[in-house]
Structure formats: C-alpha cells, structure tokens
C-alpha cells in the first residue's frame, strides 16, 4: 500500500494565528510540517528566520522538514539541527560541494535533502543519488507561496523514480508548489512519496478536511 505523506507549508500559515495553525497542523493527519526559509537573495523573497522556527519547535509534535532556499547553506546546518530540524533541505542549486554538505547534514543526525528548481535536470543527481534521503522536485519557482503548478513535475518525478530504481537508492520523493486535490494523485501514481501544501490548505475553508482529503487521495 501507498502511504504518501502530506507536508503541510506553514509559509501559508496565518502568522498572527500561528500556534492555532500549528495546532491544526498536529491534530489532522498531517505527517510533516514543512518549514521554508528564504534569504532574499537565492530567492527573490524574505520568509522567517531563526527565531520564528525556534517557536514553531516548540509546538510542533510531527517532523519538521525544512527547506533552505539561500546560498552557502553550509553556514547553518549545525544551528538548524539545534533548531530541531529533523530533515534539512538544500538547493542544488545553491550548493558548490553537495556531496560535502550532504554528509555535513547528515553528521548533525538529521535527513540530507536536495531541491531542484524546475529547470535543473535530474541527470545532474546522478552520481549523488545514493547519499541523498530526499528529492525535492520544485513544481513552481521557488520563493512564493500560491503560483500554479508546472506540468512538466510529472516528467521528472518519473524521471527520478526511475533513476533511484536503477541506482537501488533509498531516496524518496518529495512535490513542493502548486499541490492540490488536481494533480496529487497523479504525482504520487509518477512516484511522489511526499507532497507539500500550503495555500491548498490554508486557504481552505476546513484544513483539515483538505488534509484528510489529500491523505486519501493518495492511499491506495
Ligand atoms: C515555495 C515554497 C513552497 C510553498 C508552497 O518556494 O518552497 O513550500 O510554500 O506553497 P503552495 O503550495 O501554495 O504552492
Ligand atoms: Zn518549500
């Protein structure tokens, strides 16, 4: 059976109402809260930082998967460890020496994750596949929030499954932009394993309703 994990965005969270989103988040059936960091310069955009995390920790009873769009990501690995991050997400991008950062991670006892923009192939994860724990494969440019969803993703989560099957890797597949009720079915059916979502859900009427429904959409 296929038991896709839902990953909730709190980028899309109401920040005056955090605690009661985060909350919401820890009594749905949610698997993963996912944390984006922006440093106004990977991306055209300035999210939350440090402090803002280090809250978040305290309330969040589910693994927290935080994903680092900034350059140099080296610098931080060790304070977002501490921070309790339990999965740390670079951008392949944004990294001269992944193989190195990867292991960095790692050694801090957290799970090494790589994202690729939309226009980075997934040839390029090649010979690296095997120290990666998880792909993050962008469906929308990264920095915001609320854009649509590339169609081109499902080519490349196909691409990828196919590359971890010949590779025996365990890697698995996280979707991240643009998810909803529409294409979540078909990416898990291409090889998704986890799929992000931020204003599908919070911007919904009943969160937790959309939580639940995407978790059965993608169970079979
Ligand atoms: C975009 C972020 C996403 C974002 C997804 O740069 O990495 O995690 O919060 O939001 P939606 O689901 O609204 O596209
Ligand atoms: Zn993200």
């Known amino acids: 059976m296929k038991n896709t994990l839902i990953a909730p965005s709190v980028l899309a969270a109401d920040f005056a109402n955090l605690q009661r989103d985060l909350e919401m988040i820890n009594n749905s059936q949610a698997d993963w809260f996912h944390i984006d960091i922006m440093d106004g310069v990977f991306v055209p955009n300035i999210s939350f930082g440090m402090p803002v995390l280090e809250a978040i920790s305290k309330h969040a009873k589910k693994y927290i998967d935080v994903h680092l769009m ?3 990501p080296d610098r931080y690995i060790k304070t977002f460890a501490d921070l309790g991050a339990n999965g740390l997400t670079v951008h392949y991008e944004a990294c001269t ?11 801090e006892g957290m799970k090494a994750g790589v994202a690729i923009n939309p226009h980075t192939n997934i040839d390029l ?7 990666i724990d998880l792909v993050c494969i962008m469906s929308v440019n990264p920095g ?9 993703t499902y ?5 990828l499954k196919a590359l971890i099957t010949r590779k025996n890797a365990s890697t698995i ?3 991240d932009g643009g998810v909803t009720n529409k294409n979540a079915k078909q ?3 291409a090889g998704a394993d986890v799929l992000v979502a931020g204003s599908f859900v919070f911007k919904a ?16």
């Open 205 to 220: 009427e009943n969160s937790i309703e959309t939580i639940a429904d995407l978790k059965a959409l993608t169970t079979f």
């Open 125 to 131: 994860l090649e010979d690296v596949i095997n120290d």
């Open 144 to 152: 915001f929030g609320g854009q649509s969803f590339i169609e081109n």
């Open 70 to 72: 900034i350059i140099d």
């Open 97 to 107: 020496h992944l193989h190195r950062t990867l292991q960095a991670i790692k050694s």
């Open 173 to 175: 597949i996280e979707i």
């Open 155 to 159: 080519d490349k989560v196909k691409k």
């Open 187 to 189: 990416l898990v059916e």
